[in-house]
């Protein structure tokens, strides 16, 4: 009888230790789902792919201002910007001499500037010309140099922009050309140029025009030769 007893009593215990043990299992089952591992997205997951998409679009933001800078950029020169300084910015900034129409381009205009406004050390500008277009925006700047100061300002330029070709002959015309996006640069020698040298800032929307106008130009002289045979 007490043996019976005893194992009765070693049954209860085995039942309890198991509705026990499925107790805790059941019981930490559900603290890991709910804490530790939810069924739904965790929020801190959530939070970090917000972060990341946000900053992917502030870099997007960040990326299309810079594109679009970069678009609209144009070369500045003594304080001159192409394509955005107006003739009345020049009018305040510069002493005018003279105001012209453009031979083949009369709806443009070429302003001379008092040369006492310009200065690059030791380096002489004697003559300084903005072209303007009908919306009275710059679209050229040519500074004229005294004395054969090419190589001085090549080296200048060089440092700044990207340089397409050059030509630096011991003898002859010495000319290279820089290159923007929206710009282009011509720095030029003549050797019989009387020692001047000539450095032209020009957007390329007016250098197209100003190749075209020039290729008119020899179409016409070369008809015209062929005309007298």
């Known amino acids: 009888m007490a043996i019976k007893q005893k194992n009765l009593e070693n049954k209860e ?3 309890s230790l198991i509705i026990v043990g499925v107790l805790i299992a059941t019981l930490w089952g559900k603290i890991d ?3 530790c591992f939810p069924a739904k997205e965790q929020p801190i997951e959530q939070a970090d792919l917000q972060l990341v998409e946000t900053n992917n679009n502030k870099q997007e933001v960040v990326q299309e201002e810079k594109d679009k800078k970069e678009k609209n ?3 500045s020169a003594f304080g001159i910007t192409l394509k955005k300084t107006t003739k009345a910015e020049i009018r305040r900034k510069f002493s005018i001499i003279e105001t012209r129409p453009v031979n083949g381009f009369p709806e443009y205009e070429v302003v001379w500037l008092d040369t006492k406004d310009f200065s690059l050390g030791d380096i002489g500008v004697v003559e300084v010309l903005v072209f303007v277009n009908p919306q009275e925006r710059v679209e050229q700047i040519t500074l004229i140099f005294s004395g054969k100061v090419f190589r001085k300002l ?3 330029l060089s440092k700044k922009y990207q340089l397409k070709f050059k030509e630096e002959p011991f003898v002859g015309n010495c000319r ?3 290159e923007t996006k929206n710009d282009v640069i011509y720095l030029e020698q ?6 001047r040298t000539y450095l032209i800032y020009r957007t390329k929307e007016i250098d197209d025009l ?3 106008h020039d290729q008119k ?3 016409q002289k070369q008809q015209e030769i062929e005309n007298q045979l």
């Open 154 to 156: 090549r080296q200048i």
């Open 33 to 35: 789902r709910t804490y």
């Open 190 to 195: 003549p050797h019989m140029g009387g020692f």
């Open 210 to 212: 100003a190749e075209a």
């Open 176 to 178: 290279a050309k820089y």
């Open 73 to 75: 950029a144009h070369i």
């Open 13 to 15: 215990q085995k039942i």
């Open 217 to 219: 130009e020899k179409d």
